[in-house]
């Protein structure tokens, strides 16, 4: 179902395969995105029960935050998506001072 494409300290790219009605048990993701390889409909839930369905298209980039979750293809056809985790968290924003009156 995964398959490493590529590792270095600071990124890690998966080819992800999942058949028509298959599942991924839940797991954990950083901050990553996805490139959708072949079409179909993902289902991602989750551990809040919340769920989203998404059609996605053969070129697409999705975002997604780090989060844990689990999926399942909902599709009739192989969905094959090329995830790329981030292993640094984005840096936050630097608190700027207001400039001093003159």
């Given at each position: 179902m995964y398959k490493l494409v590529f590792e270095n300290d600071r990124v890690?790219?998966?080819?992800?395969?999942?058949k028509a009605g298959e599942?991924?048990?839940r797991h954990s993701h950083p901050d990553h995105f996805g490139y959708v390889l072949s079409e179909g409909k993902l289902k991602i839930s989750k551990?809040?029960?919340?769920?989203?369905?998404?059609?996605?298209?053969t070129?697409?980039?999705v975002?997604?935050?780090?989060e844990t979750h689990?999926?399942?293809n909902m599709g009739e056809?192989?969905?094959r998506v090329l995830v790329v985790e981030l292993k640094e968290p984005?840096?936050?924003?630097?608190?700027?001072?207001p400039a001093a009156k003159k």
């Open positions: 890690r790219v998966l080819e992800v395969t999942l599942k991924i048990a551990p809040d029960g919340t769920s989203i369905e998404p059609e996605l298209k070129g697409e980039v975002w997604i935050a780090a689990e999926g399942e056809t192989e969905l984005a840096p936050k924003p630097k608190k700027t001072k």
